[in-house]
């Protein structure tokens, strides 16, 4: 059982941020997997790694749907990922320095970020994207 089954509920209809967002929760998945099956810090290193790169590229990729069609909300919606890409950036550092490991609660919160990011903001982004 993946700690994060996709569901239809989270589909934006924009095929780019849908096809984006069902990598986001297979990595956080992944995650999950190599976390439960203690792979280890170089397993989990390697998954957070894709996950920390997938999710910047992402992030780009709505920023500039927002920048091409002057979306309004542009603003608060980049500071929600600024502030996402701070709080794990800061938790890959003490990864890295060994003093925190992935755990079921980073796990949770990264699921429950992306539910309500996706809910709100990203079904929103796509809703106006798409009235043009
Ligand atoms: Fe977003």
């Not at 397993?43 to 790169?53: K, M, S």
């Not at 091409?68 to 890295?96: C, I, M, N, P, W």
Request: proline letters at 2%; glycine letters at 4%; hydrophobic letters at 40%.
């Amino acid at each position: 059982m993946p700690l994060f089954p996709w569901d239809d509920k989270l589909i934006t209809r924009h095929p780019n941020i849908d096809s984006d967002h069902k990598k986001l929760v297979d990595l956080v998945n992944q995650l999950f997997d190599a976390m439960q099956s203690g792979k280890g810090k170089e397993a989990c290193g390697r998954v957070l790694n894709e996950l920390i790169q997938y999710t910047k590229t992402h992030f780009a990729m709505e920023e500039r749907l927002m920048a091409s069609h002057q979306y309004a909300r542009t603003a608060e919606h980049k500071a929600e990922h600024a502030k996402l890409l701070k709080e794990v950036g800061d938790f890959k550092v003490k990864f890295d320095a060994g003093s925190l490991t992935v755990t079921a609660s980073l796990l949770s919160f990264l699921r429950d970020w992306l539910i309500n990011h996706i809910s709100k903001s990203d079904k929103a982004l796509a809703e106006a994207i798409g009235s043009h």
